[in-house]
Structure formats: structure tokens, C-alpha cells
Antibody, heavy 124, light 108 residues
């Protein structure tokens, strides 16, 4: 059974860079878009973006939410079965629970399973 | 871009049937997926690809779609079904993912 375990800094100051990593265990790293989604306190789900394994293109293929695209970078480390999110120049508006998940390349229309979530707080 | 619209809140009596709807232009092109989220937990996939229920999800959960609307139905709602339900799909362009605002289901 595939499990996603995520980790990273939970308290940031404005203008710092958010960095989270998600480890994948119990399943293949290929065949999926690896995805980050966030949820601001008391709010709904916001898709941040996705990255594929290099099977589609060297270095993988990325798609980002246009509202975050200028600040987001995603990467994979297939040797460790991990993928990461970096979000630069954070503000209080980036305070949210961040989830990692995956969607299959052939369907790309559902997410399962999900990581446990990481509450990242941006505060001076 | 496009958006998905859900009713903010719905209630159902214990054991009765309830339907949560999701409306958006992208649903004419892409399947909706449905997620259940309980307080303090990560979302859980409960239905996807039009007619698929993940293993472990009770068969009282079903889904359907018509035109620009997708619906999640719980037949015989149980107390443990009280949660927020989110729909999601690709947007019209297919590169981005969008979610509905969520429906808070209360089981009375």
C-alpha cells in the first residue's frame, strides 16, 4: 500500500522560502504526476502544481497554478523516491496546510493517497 | 480558467439519502473526483472517473454526472459520513486542477 510521508519547516518569516519534501513508500515512482495541494485555515483546497517522473520528458514535466507559478519550483529525486516543493517569498497568505499526493498519468483526474499534511505558518 | 461550484452546507437525517452537487464548465469535458475530509485530517478519495469507488469506501457512496454537473450521493447516511466533501477536476485547458469550495455535510 502506497504511503506518502511529508516533512519540512513549519514556521517561516515573510520573504523566506517554504521547502517541503514528500517521501513515497510502498509503490512505484513512475506513472504518476506528483502533486502539492494546500488548504488555508478554514478554507478549501488549492492546487499548487504537479511534476511527473522523467518518463515524459528529461527532468520531468511540471504544471503550476498560474497564481503561484512565479514563486513555485517542484523537483523529484527518484533515487530516494521523493519529491519536493519550494515556494519563494512567502507571506502570511501562504499560511496553510500543505498536502502531497499523486495522480496517475493516464487519468490525471483524481488524487490518492494523500500525505498527512504539514501546517506551515508564516509570521514575523 | 474555470471554477467548480458547490453548496456550502447540506444536512441529512441519519439513514436517509443525500446528494452533494458540483457544477462547472470543465465537468462537460473531465470527470469530477470527490473527496471526504474530516476535521484535522487529509482528504480521502471517495469516488472518481465517473463510476469508480476506491477500495475501502462503502458502497453507500455513488456518483453520477449530467452536463456540467456532477453529483455524489450517500444512500443511508451514517454518523461517520459527517464531513466536508470537495469535488475536483481538470480545468477546461486540462493543465490545471480546480476544486469546488466544499460542502459541509451534517448528519442529524
Amino acid at each position: 500500500q502506497v504511503q506518502l510521508q511529508q516533512w519540512g519547516a513549519r514556521l517561516l518569516k515573510p520573504s523566506e522560502t517554504l521547502s517541503l519534501t514528500c517521501g513515497v513508500s510502498g509503490g512505484s515512482f513512475s506513472g504518476f504526476y506528483w502533486t502539492w495541494i494546500r488548504q488555508s485555515p478554514g478554507k478549501g483546497l488549492e492546487w499548487i502544481g504537479e511534476i511527473s517522473h522523467r518518463e515524459i520528458a528529461p527532468g520531468g514535466t511540471t504544471n503550476y497554478n498560474p497564481s503561484l507559478k512565479s514563486r513555485v519550483t517542484m523537483s523529484t529525486d527518484t533515487s530516494k523516491n521523493q519529491f519536493s516543493l519550494h515556494l519563494t517569498s512567502v507571506t502570511a497568505a501562504d499560511t496553510a496546510v500543505y498536502f502531497c499526493t499523486r495522480t496517475p498519468l493516464h487519468a490525471r483526474n483524481y488524487f490518492d493517497p494523500w500525505g498527512q499534511g504539514t501546517l506551515v505558518t508564516v509570521s514575523s | 480558467s474555470s471554477e467548480l461550484t458547490q453548496d456550502p452546507a447540506v444536512s441529512v437525517a441519519l439513514g436517509q439519502t443525500v446528494t452533494v452537487t458540483c457544477q462547472g464548465a470543465s465537468l462537460r469535458v473531465y470527470y469530477a473526483s470527490w473527496y471526504q475530509q474530516k476535521p484535522g485530517q487529509a482528504p480521502t478519495l471517495v469516488f472518481f472517473s465517473g463510476n469508480s469507488r476506491p477500495s475501502g469506501i462503502p458502497d453507500r457512496f455513488s456518483a453520477s454526472s449530467s452536463g456540467d454537473t456532477s453529483s455524489l450521493t450517500i444512500t443511508g447516511a451514517q454518523a461517520e459520513d459527517e464531513a466536508a466533501y470537495y469535488c475536483g477536476s481538470r480545468d477546461i485547458g486540462g493543465k490545471q486542477v480546480i476544486f469546488g469550495g466544499g460542502t459541509k455535510l451534517t448528519v442529524l
